[in-house]
Nanobody, 126 residues
């Protein structure tokens, strides 16, 4: 499966942004999906994950209550709604697909994902 992330940009502190991750090549419903981010000079970190059906989600503590992951399997697309954005949310955001894992709680590390999109930059500034 090929993944294409989009929707990044410059947003003010406290603002909102919605990222999209469009899949092609294979049906997205076959995959548990995740979002990761990488800030300048830092390791890529887990943001959140969503089950194949969309019925379960799991988030990093740093974004819990502010970010929401959803998916539309009919459109082969996963979304990351980001609200109340902070400067520390500035990063390149990546979507990823996991073939083997089905638990959103377990799929929180890079190694558990085998397909990655190219990333989209989110900059939060005053």
């Amino acid at each position: 499966v090929q993944l294409q992330a989009s929707g990044g940009g410059l947003v003010q502190i406290g603002g909102s942004l919605r990222l999209s991750c469009a899949a092609s090549g294979r049906t997205l419903s076959n995959y548990l999906m995740g979002w990761f981010r990488q800030a300048p000079g830092k390791e890529r970190e887990f943001v959140g994950s969503i089950s194949r059906s969309g019925g379960s989600t799991y988030y990093a503590d740093s974004v819990k209550g502010r970010f929401t992951i959803s998916r539309d399997n009919a459109k082969n697309t996963v979304y990351l709604q980001m609200n109340s954005l902070k400067p520390e949310d500035t990063a390149v955001y990546y979507c990823a697909a996991s073939t083997l894992y089905s638990s959103v709680v377990v799929a929180t590390t890079r190694a558990r994902y085998d397909h990655w999109g190219q990333g989209t930059l989110v900059t939060v500034s005053s």
